[in-house]
């Protein structure tokens, strides 16, 4: 199954503060999503990346997807306590095995 | 609201007992899928059941079964409960059956502890 590493795994940051999460994948990614989670509670689904160089916004938040670096980053300009809690990138497709994946989730705190 | 409907929220049991957790798909949507998510494994991908028939299996242990029903409602079954089964259950649905292109969405979940 495809493995996602997600960096950094917590983030603390002052609100007004710019930050990038990154979302790395052991096998050749073919799409990919980025949800956010309040802690406890489900998914929402932010973004869906699905080519190579393509590049999603949604309000104050950007994901890039970067094919060849079998990665993906998520980018909050000027954070807002309302950004807080756990942001999980996940994929469902690598190489023709079909097992949606997570990673593990980074965890970010906006202080007001 | 998602228009993912899992119930009940939270459950409360005892070691060797047998619960179901019950998840409603979003209208329109064929597929369901199963998440379990604890903060030692992260979220780890269950089943998936596609119009009624079973698509995808992940990491679900054989204590654990799950089928989807004609008016596409699923039911997972947790058997034999040790204390490591404690987590959040996630249900999630989609339109299609494979490579959603858009994304899941998430149910609530179903906070499970097991005493």
């Known amino acids: 199954s495809q493995e996602l590493e997600q960096s950094p795994q917590s983030l603390i940051v002052q609100e007004g503060k710019n930050l990038t999460i990154n979302c790395t994948s052991s096998?050749?990614?073919?799409?990919l999503y980025w949800y956010k989670q309040k802690y406890g509670e489900g998914l929402i689904f932010l973004m869906m990346?699905?080519?190579?160089?393509e590049e999603k916004s949604h309000e104050k938040i950007t994901a890039k997807l970067d094919e060849k670096k079998q990665q993906s980053s998520l980018h909050i300009t000027a954070s807002q306590p309302s950004h807080a809690g756990i942001y999980l990138c996940g994929a469902d497709k690598a190489g023709g095995s079909y097992i949606p994946t997570f990673g593990r989730g980074t965890s970010l705190i906006v202080h007001p | 609201d998602s228009g993912v409907t899992q119930t009940p929220k939270h459950l409360i049991t005892a070691t060797g007992q047998r619960v179901t957790l019950r998840c409603s798909p979003r209208?329109?949507?064929?597929?369901v899928y199963w998440y379990q998510q604890s903060l030692d494994q992260g979220l780890q991908f269950l089943i998936q059941?596609?119009?009624?028939?079973?698509?995808a299996k992940g990491n679900i242990l054989e204590r654990f079964s799950a089928q989807q029903f004609p008016d596409l409602h699923s039911e997972l079954n947790l058997s034999s409960l040790e204390l490591g089964d404690s987590a959040l259950y996630f249900c999630?649905?989609?339109?299609?059956?494979?490579?959603?292109?858009?994304?899941?969405?998430f149910g609530s979940g179903t906070r499970l502890t097991v005493v």
């Open positions: 096998k050749t990614l073919y799409g």
């Open positions: 209208s329109g949507d064929l597929s």
């Open positions: 990346l699905q080519k190579g160089g």
């Open positions: 059941y596609y119009n009624g028939e079973e698509r």
């Open positions: 999630a649905s989609s339109r299609g059956g494979t490579s959603p292109g858009g994304g899941y969405t």
